[in-house]
Every structure is written in structure tokens, then in C-alpha cells.
């Protein structure tokens, strides 16, 4: 400290470098130093999804694409959890190598999905639920089957038991 009650190479009571450069370090919940980020559910369109500025703010049409994309992808995901894409008597290397590529894509869908619904935005919960819900309903339900289970032999399902 000097004579006037101040400490040196201090800067001001800010360590340089430690505060990202804004004098102060921001408040809980500041983020990109512009927009808040959300860590509770929120109604709204401005609202940033998967990717930075994206939809973009005061902007319904963005909002409504984002979505739609957010549906569509939940619904994907479904799709690829529910698709046979292998042949019987198939090469087993072939067959095992395409599960698996078709296996990493469902999932970098479904972290996609995730990191959507990490925006905290009720619509895109929403939406996410709502995609995940038409996809089962389309290719995971029985609705759709074209041929139905042999006698005796049924499909054991990606569902838990319901047994209370």
C-alpha cells in the first residue's frame, strides 16, 4: 500500500487478465457479455439455440424454424432408433460397421436434441418432446408395422416395463 491507502500493481482493485477484459467481472448468468443465459425455463423467441446467435433476437420466423429444425431432429432420432438397415445373410463386417455408423449419428442427433433443450426455452422443450413423441409413434408403435409379429414371438421393446 502507499501513502493514500491504495495497493499497488492492483489496477484499480481488477487483477489484469482475470476479469475477461470488462473492468468487473460479470454477474451470474451473464454470458457472450450481450444476452442472459437462462438456467430456468423461459417462454420467448429471443433465445439462442445450438449455435451462437442463432435464431437471432426479435425475429418469429427464425424462432419458428429453429423449431421446426429442433422437431424434425428429435423425429430423425426416432427413426434411426427404430430402423433395421441390415439384410439376413448379409456380410456380418459390412452389417456391423453400417449399425455402427448409423448408431453414431443417432446419437450426435440426440446430443444435438439435448444441447437444444439446454437453451432452457419452453418451446424448444416442448418441441424436443413433441418430436421424440411423433417419431415413436410413427416407427417405434405397432400403428405403423407393416407385418406383425410372429405367434408367439414378440419384439422386446426399447421401453422400461410399466409395472407400478
Known amino acids: 500500500m502507499n501513502e493514500g491507502g491504495?495497493?499497488?500493481?492492483?489496477?484499480?482493485?481488477h487483477m489484469n487478465g482475470m476479469d475477461g477484459g470488462m473492468g468487473v467481472a460479470p454477474p451470474p448468468g451473464?454470458?457472450?457479455?450481450r444476452h442472459m443465459m437462462h438456467m430456468t425455463f423461459f417462454w420467448g423467441e429471443n433465445t439462442e439455440i445450438?449455435?451462437?446467435?442463432?435464431?437471432?433476437?426479435?425475429?418469429s420466423g427464425m424462432y419458428?424454424?429453429?423449431?421446426?429444425?429442433?422437431f424434425l431432429l428429435a423425429v430423425i432420432v426416432e427413426w434411426l432408433s427404430?430402423?433395421?438397415y441390415t439384410r439376413e445373410g448379409s456380410n456380418r463386417l459390412v452389417a456391423g460397421l453400417l449399425q455402427t455408423l448409423i448408431y453414431a449419428?443417432?446419437?450426435?442427433?440426440a446430443y444435438m436434441v439435448m444441447l437444444a433443450v439446454m437453451s432452457f426455452n419452453a418451446g424448444v422443450f416442448l418441441v424436443a418432446i413433441a418430436g421424440h413423441t411423433v417419431g415413436f409413434f410413427i416407427f417405434g408403435s405397432r400403428v405403423f408395422?407393416?407385418?406383425?409379429?410372429?405367434?408367439?414371438?414378440v419384439k422386446a421393446s426399447d421401453l422400461s416395463p410399466s409395472s407400478c
Do not use: E
Open 6 to 13: 491504495h495497493m499497488n500493481g492492483m489496477d484499480g482493485g
Open 30 to 33: 451473464v454470458f457472450n457479455h
Open 50 to 59: 445450438l449455435f451462437s446467435g442463432w435464431p437471432g433476437y426479435n425475429n
Open 64 to 70: 419458428a424454424l429453429a423449431l421446426v429444425v429442433v
Open 82 to 84: 427404430h430402423c433395421n
Open 105 to 109: 449419428i443417432r446419437v450426435g442427433l
Open 145 to 153: 408395422k407393416k407385418t406383425l409379429p410372429q405367434q408367439g414371438f
